[in-house]
């Protein structure tokens, strides 16, 4: 079960750097760094969304509208961030019989 823990905690961290990767490249994207009319940027960004939207969508359902600021990457990393440093951690605690 621990390595059950372990795999989780590995996709949550590969998740992260999705998200991260994404709103960098984002960035980029709006800032004209990068140009969307190139395929490759067009298909990694579409890639990207396609890959996070489901974990967006609850939360742009909760919040607020900002305007053109979306705060749900930020509060997915924080969910991540709290999974695997509090959650994951006392999982495996008390399957170890240490909890």
Known sequence: MIMLLQILDLL????????????????????????????????????????????????????PDFGALDFSPLVVLLIINILRSIVIPRLAMSMAGLG
């Open 12 to 63: 949550l961290s590969v998740l992260m750097w999705i998200i991260i990767i994404q709103a960098v490249l984002s960035w980029l994207v709006a800032f004209n760094v990068v140009n969307t009319s190139n395929d490759f940027v067009r298909q990694v960004l579409f890639a990207l969304g396609r890959m996070t939207e489901p974990f967006y969508r609850p939360i742009r359902r909760i919040l």
